[in-house]
């Protein structure tokens, strides 16, 4: 039936259905964002009353819970934000959708806190303050509590505002803050801030290094022979059993620690045999997919699919093996100030502080992920798989290395400074392209000068943008957690 056959009473009764059916649309459009904080909240009430039940009746058993619940926040934070530059480049090559993205992270995020996680973290993040000046235990669980929060709203809000900022990082500027209003400028360990503030430049410098020269070498033998094919068949299979060294040399250092005592020399050696066998193993594997391929770009990308997806799932595991021990390091720090009526340098982190770290992780990044993972994963500049691909192994290598040389970095400056690396080495080949061929052209065809730089390959607003935030980072923290260290010592004072 017609609507000009239709009674008036149906037709009147039609648009109102219409006008409800919009605004049920626009409610729920509304309230999606609710969710989030809804169960975000939920999450960190759960974590307080979990700390209730785990500390019992103590004198301190208040400072406890609610630096349980800062906890909790930090840990929702650090999903939202960090677990991005693992995530970002698979999502962005199209190798993972982000449902698929989000379910890997969330396991292995998870997996790698609870397995490989550190069981002693120091209580002085990175040794930045004297734990002799804060040696009082009042006195340190206000200056843990206040870098705990103070870490977690800057987290926060530089994921509002779009920029992915280092957890670790905010947490040291939220412990130096608070060791300054506690204790004096003279409390802290300057030299080690000095070289904390380097890795701002060297982090970022050393991720974008060598992911250029990972995606140089594939151009060089592999996407620029005549038979792409047959050089992907011999050099894919290497660049997987350097991938697999890399992250058996990383997760030795990090997770085998905890049960034998492992210097570089021997992880390299375990990464090195790693190595080998999965190259082996990739051999026959890469010929069979290969195996009738056209000889096209679009081929390569099938072949560096899989590994991209396998690399990302290992940088979440590290990511969770390394960095929840920094998130709920000052909660672990205050549970044993107060249950042991003393401040130590180092502290043993219990299960319950870390089961809070990696479901934290999890919530945060299933709630609040998806942003900053298209931000790293497209926004930027765009990625294929062999560019995500030159990302992560560029991630795993330059841990090491830094590792080696003893040089403190941050994995979320390395990471995205590998996409940034990839993203202006692309700008540079493809200038140089387009130059060799204009100059082969008469004057009044070749590209204008203003149209040449209109054509950049990587975003300049989100470049400035991340790194104006890494700058603040420490900064902002520290502002802030000096802030609640005063008002804290005002209200219990």
């Known amino acids: 039936m017609s609507d000009t056959s239709k009674p008036d009473q149906w037709r009147t009764l039609d648009k109102d259905l219409n006008r409800l059916s919009r605004v049920e649309y626009a409610t729920m459009h509304v309230s999606r964002p609710l969710v989030g904080v809804g169960v975000s909240l939920a999450f960190i009430l759960l ?77 002085i993040s990175k040794g930045i303050v004297d734990p002799e000046r804060v040696a009082d235990t009042q006195v340190f669980t206000w200056a843990m509590m206040s870098a705990l929060l103070a870490a977690a709203i800057w987290v926060n809000i530089a994921t509002w505002l779009g920029a992915p900022v280092s957890t670790t990082h905010s947490v040291v500027g939220g412990v130096l803050g608070a060791g300054v209003a506690a204790a004096g400028l003279s409390a802290v360990k300057w030299p080690m801030m000095g070289a904390i503030a380097a890795s701002w430049v060297i982090s970022p410098l050393m991720g974008g290094v060598i ?6 070498f594939i151009k060089w033998r592999i996407i620029y022979v005549e038979d792409k094919i047959a050089a992907a068949r011999v050099w894919v299979p290497v660049l997987i059993g350097l991938m697999a060294g890399a992250f058996a040399t990383y997760l030795a250092l990090k997770g085998l ?54 690399s990302a799932a290992l940088l979440s595991f590290a ?56 931000l790293v994963g497209s926004q930027i500049t765009k ?42 080495f692309r700008e540079w080949h493809a200038e140089r392209r387009v130059r060799a061929i204009t100059q082969a052209r008469p004057p009044a065809k070749r590209l204008p000068e203003a149209e040449r730089r209109r054509r950049k390959l990587v975003r300049r607003s989100h470049f400035m943008t991340v790194v104006a935030a890494w700058v603040v980072t420490v900064p902002a923290a520290a502002l802030l957690s000096g802030l609640f260290f005063l008002a804290l010592s005002a209200l219990l004072g």
């Not at 995530?87 to 397995?115: F, Q």
């Not at 080998?276 to 390569?300: D, F």
């Open 47 to 123: 974590a307080a009353l979990a700390a209730m039940v785990m500390i019992g009746q103590t004198p301190g058993m208040l400072f406890v819970v609610a630096a349980a619940g800062f906890g909790a926040y930090m840990a929702l934070n650090i999903g939202a934000n960090d677990v991005a530059n693992n995530m970002g480049p698979a999502v962005g090559a199209n190798a993972l959708s982000m449902v698929g993205a989000i379910a890997i992270a969330a396991i292995c995020e998870t997996a790698g806190a609870l397995i490989a996680g550190g069981d002693v973290v120091s209580t």
């Open 383 to 424: 990625l294929n798989p062999m560019r995500a691909y030159c990302v992560a192994l560029s991630a795993a290598v330059t841990v090491i290395v830094a590792s080696w040389l003893g040089l403190p970095v941050s994995s979320t400056h390395i990471a995205v400074g590998a996409v940034f690396g990839v993203g202006f």
């Open 211 to 216: 992911a250029a020269m990972i995606l140089a």
């Open 257 to 310: 620690s905890r049960v034998v005592s492992i210097g570089m020399g021997h992880a390299l050696v375990i990464g090195l045999a790693v190595g080998l066998v999965c190259h082996l193993l990739a051999i026959p594997a890469i010929r069979r997919q290969a195996r009738g391929m056209e000889n096209r770009n679009k081929s390569l990308k099938t072949l560096f699919a899989f590994p991209l997806v396998v």
């Open 319 to 374: 990511h969770g093996a390394n960095d929840v021990a920094n998130a709920v390091g000052p909660l672990a720090a205050i549970v044993h100030a107060q249950q042991e009526g003393a401040v130590s340098g180092q502290v043993s982190i219990p299960v319950w502080v870390m089961v809070i770290g990696a479901f934290g992780i999890s919530f945060g990044l299933v709630l609040f992920g998806p942003k900053l993972i298209r």
